[in-house]
């Protein structure tokens, strides 16, 4: 019974995915970017089957222990949920929604019929937070001053590290002006 689910990563994961959770977590796997899926599966299979207890630090995944990282692999990736139909609807209601907002949050000025309608179609779209369409719209909506309730998009772990680096990297280089004071000699020939 152990061994079959085991057997069950889910295809989801692509090769970089299983990588980027490898490193992020630090499993103790050795592989070269030559490997392909397959191998890597291979490798995680083995470890899996070692019965080995190893408790991971804290990471995005929210993956601790080797348990939780069998149930997350078996999982379908968070992060690729979409087919592209799915994101062309999922775009044309953020184009509405950002069309309601830009019009000072007037129902009127939009397709919709009723708020209702609108928070209805917010509830569907905040579990794509991975879109940047999506986190923009959840920070216009709650910008609104008559706003029902606080929308909070859903965010895979990929992403949301992803974010936190880039976050990180603009409070380490801000850019700002250096202005040095002192005697300056120019001379001129």
């Known amino acids: 019974m152990?061994?079959?689910?085991?057997?069950?990563?889910?295809?989801?994961?692509?090769?970089?995915?299983?990588?980027d959770i490898i490193n992020t977590i630090d499993v103790p796997i050795i592989f070269s970017h030559s490997h392909n899926k397959r191998d890597i599966q291979d490798k995680l299979l083995q470890l899996f089957e070692s019965d080995e207890n190893i408790i991971f630090k804290p990471n995005v995944?929210?993956?601790?222990?080797?348990?939780?990282?069998?149930?997350?692999?078996?999982?379908?990736?968070?992060?690729?949920?979409?087919?592209?139909?799915?994101?062309q609807v999922i775009m044309l209601i953020c184009k509405e929604i950002v069309k309601f907002c830009k019009n000072k949050y007037i129902i009127s000025k939009t397709n919709y019929k009723t708020i209702r309608d609108?928070?209805?179609?917010?509830l569907y779209?905040?579990?794509?937070g991975d879109l940047p369409s999506v986190r923009r719209v959840c920070r216009l909506m709650n910008d609104n001053v008559q706003k029902s309730q606080i929308w909070?998009?859903?965010?895979?772990?990929?992403?949301?590290?992803?974010?936190?680096?880039?976050?990180?990297?603009?409070?380490?280089?801000?850019?700002?002006?250096?202005i040095k004071k002192g005697d300056y000699n120019i001379i001129f020939d």
Do not use: A, G
């Open 2 to 19: 152990l061994y079959i689910m085991l057997k069950s990563f889910d295809k989801s994961h692509s090769k970089n995915d299983l990588i």
């Open 61 to 87: 995944y929210k993956i601790e222990t080797l348990n939780d990282l069998r149930i997350y692999i078996s999982n379908p990736n968070p992060k690729k949920i979409l087919s592209v139909k799915d994101k």
């Open 118 to 122: 609108l928070e209805d179609d917010m």
């Open 125 to 128: 779209i905040i579990q794509f």
């Open 152 to 178: 909070t998009p859903i965010i895979s772990p990929q992403v949301r590290k992803l974010l936190d680096e880039k976050e990180k990297s603009k409070k380490i280089n801000p850019s700002s002006i250096i």
